[in-house]
């Protein structure tokens, strides 16, 4: 049997498997809500579209989840807006529609709902990771550092968070905390490319071209097409005198894609 008729075997019997739940879920509730836990209706709702009733808070509540699952981030807003006109004071609510709106590049609304979240519990770690990683999205440094910071003072475990802040830190020429962060980061995540990247330009930055020769270089074993790891290796070489190095670098750079290599090749 080849892979084309297995392929719409299975979807047939997907599509048979979706119709009988949905009728044994009508034939079974009626007009009646099911006695489900939230997780179970939130499923159902993101596989079975079922019907809405619109004036009932929960069941918007379970659609918000359904569309999340579905990746229809501004759909669960729309319903969480209805909600929040009922209940304006609900912070789990106003985080959730925080991290929808993250999720659409909205980072001044979600940085609005973080921060009225940080109004009735200024403990909350996660609405400062967020709102921390909104406002790096936002070119915001200073601030992200900030929120980063607030973070880890409130118990956060997430080592993402110290690539993040480490990536801030750079923007502001805080090379010695940024390669600290990445340290941290790379403890739990040691085959993390960009992390090897960055803290090799942080290190080149500080004046470690040798460190950062060792950086480039896994990088680039981890990635051998890494256009701009070649680009700013050739830096690291050229600060240890290795001119032949930086040139062959800088072309390896341009070659692999990285169009900017091309000025610095003509001066070569």
């Given at each position: 049997?080849?892979?084309?008729?297995?392929?719409?075997?299975?979807?047939?019997?997907?599509?048979?498997?979706?119709?009988?739940?949905?009728?044994?879920?009508?034939?079974?509730?009626?007009?009646?809500?099911?006695?489900?836990?939230?997780?179970?209706?939130?499923?159902?709702?993101?596989?079975?579209?079922?019907?809405?009733?619109?004036?009932?808070?929960?069941?918007?509540?379970?659609?918000?989840?359904?569309?999340?699952?579905?990746?229809?981030?501004?759909?669960?807003?729309?319903?969480?807006?209805?909600?929040?006109?009922?209940?304006?004071?609900?912070?789990?609510?106003?985080?959730?529609?925080?991290?929808?709106?993250?999720?659409?590049?909205?980072?001044?609304?979600?940085?609005?709902?973080?921060?009225?979240?940080?109004?009735?519990?200024?403990?909350?770690?996660?609405?400062?990771?967020?709102?921390?990683?909104?406002?790096?999205?936002?070119?915001?440094?200073?601030?992200?550092?900030?929120?980063?910071?607030?973070?880890?003072?409130?118990?956060?475990?997430?080592?993402?968070?110290?690539?993040?802040?480490?990536?801030?830190?750079?923007?502001?020429?805080?090379?010695?905390e940024a390669i600290d962060d990445f340290n941290i980061y790379l403890?739990?995540?040691?085959?993390?490319?960009?992390?090897?990247?960055?803290?090799?330009?942080?290190?080149?930055?500080?004046?470690?071209?040798?460190?950062?020769?060792?950086?480039?270089?896994?990088?680039?074993d981890l990635n051998p097409n890494h256009e701009r790891a070649y680009f700013e290796r050739a830096f690291a070489r050229k600060n240890l005198?290795?001119?032949?190095?930086?040139?062959?670098?800088?072309?390896?750079?341009?070659?692999?894609?990285?169009?900017?290599?091309?000025?610095?090749?003509?001066?070569?």
């Amino acid at each position: 049997m080849d892979t084309f008729t297995i392929t719409i075997i299975m979807i047939l019997v997907i599509g048979a498997i979706v119709f009988f739940i949905t009728m044994l879920y009508k034939n079974t509730f009626g007009n009646k809500k099911p006695q489900l836990s939230y997780n179970e209706r939130v499923f159902l709702q993101a596989n079975l579209d079922l019907e809405l009733d619109k004036d009932d808070l929960s069941d918007r509540y379970v659609r918000a989840g359904g569309r999340e699952k579905k990746k229809d981030f501004k759909g669960a807003i729309e319903d969480i807006n209805v909600i929040l006109q009922h209940d304006s004071n609900n912070s789990g609510l106003i985080f959730k529609r925080g991290l929808n709106k993250f999720k659409v590049s909205d980072f001044k609304g979600a940085i609005a709902d973080f921060s009225e979240v940080l109004k009735s519990d200024p403990t909350d770690k996660y609405s400062f990771y967020y709102k921390g990683i909104a406002n790096l999205r936002l070119s915001n440094f200073r601030n992200a550092i900030n929120d980063f910071t607030s973070a880890v003072t409130m118990g956060i475990s997430e080592k993402e968070l110290y690539f993040h802040r480490g990536l801030a830190e750079m923007e502001v020429d805080k090379y010695n905390e940024a390669i600290d962060d990445f340290n941290i980061y790379l403890a739990e995540h040691p085959n993390a490319l960009e992390a090897f990247f960055n803290r090799g330009i942080a290190y080149n930055k500080n004046g470690n071209p040798k460190f950062a020769l060792q950086d480039f270089n896994k990088a680039i074993d981890l990635n051998p097409n890494h256009e701009r790891a070649y680009f700013e290796r050739a830096f690291a070489r050229k600060n240890l005198n290795d001119t032949v190095g930086y040139s062959n670098d800088l072309k390896t750079s341009y070659n692999k894609g990285y169009l900017h290599a091309y000025h610095f090749l003509k001066e070569t």
